[in-house]
């Protein structure tokens, strides 16, 4: 599995991991199995947060997942905007590490900006990590405006990373997130990569495209898309994958290659489309 330096933090971490947004959905043994299955295929970058299923994704599913193979995985959970006062983001960061049955997250992030001030949660972040509680910090769904306002407030090099929505149907954060990112050393983690049920039609023109170049390789459209988005080394990917055959899928497409023409039919069958006033949220 391919691995690259995690934003500032310095610690290589799997270019694609696991995501369990919605997870509380699935069969909860086929959930494990396959988080499971996707750590021994080298997936072991896991997130997930104290939003999903009211806790239940953590409680039920991560912490089953993880028994037994904790150092193996480097562990990303959420706090809610709704808790991150800086007493509040401790309390939540304690209630999700007793739910996971760990001792520590590798990194903790603020799942959206939200109406509490961002000092706090900074401050807050700060003080989990003197007490060994998270070895990292960032945010998620975050514009440049507001990367700019947390950057000044906690200085460079500690924001480790900005979890945004990023599929084929939806690349707005290349217009200005992704740059910004790639000039602070803040690592870009796509989530929903395969457009949470909006994935191109095979007989769309996209469709085809990826469906051609997947051919030729020998893979499926879902590799070739989820390849063509971590193309940037700034960029890593968390799809969600309920079951072992996916898993594998999404765990092959780290060692696709595609040529730079492929990315060029790629990119020119997904324009990016004008610049957003604000970033998609789901």
Not at 57 to 68: R, S, W
Not at 200 to 207: E, K, L, M, V
Request: charged content about 25%.
């Amino acid at each position: 599995m391919e691995k690259r330096v995690f934003g500032n933090t310095g610690v290589a971490v799997p270019v694609i991991g696991q995501g369990t947004w919605q997870m509380e959905d699935d069969d909860a043994e086929g959930a494990i199995r396959a988080l499971r299955a996707g750590f021994d295929l080298g997936l072991t970058h896991l997130d997930t947060a104290e939003l999903y299923g009211h806790g239940r994704v953590e409680e039920t599913l991560v912490a089953k997942a993880i028994a037994g193979r904790r150092d193996e995985v480097y562990l990303v959970s959420k706090v809610m905007p709704s808790n991150a006062t800086r007493r509040g983001t401790v309390a939540a960061c304690e209630r999700s590490l007793k739910r996971l049955g760990t001792d520590r997250l590798d990194c903790y992030l603020l799942h959206w900006p939200g109406s509490h001030p961002l000092e706090g949660t900074v401050e807050a972040f700060e003080e989990l990590v003197a007490a060994g509680k998270i070895r990292s910090w960032g945010v998620s769904n975050f514009g440049v405006e507001d990367l700019e306002e947390v950057l000044a407030l906690a200085g460079k090099g500690r924001i480790a990373c900005n979890q945004v929505l990023y599929h084929l149907e939806e690349r707005a954060i290349e217009h200005a997130v992704v740059p910004w990112c790639e000039a602070q050393g803040v690592a870009v983690v796509a989530y929903s990569p395969f457009g949470n049920g909006q994935f191109p039609s095979p007989t769309s023109a996209g469709g085809k495209v990826l469906a051609s170049i997947a051919k030729a390789h020998g893979v499926t459209p879902f590799q070739v898309a989820l390849r063509f988005l971590v193309r940037r080394p700034s960029v890593f990917a968390i799809p969600k994958a309920s079951d072992v055959a996916h898993v594998r899928d999404n765990a092959s497409a780290a060692s696709l290659k595609l040529t730079p023409e492929e990315l060029q039919r790629i990119d020119a069958a997904f324009p990016k489309g004008a610049e957003p006033d604000e970033l998609p949220v789901i």
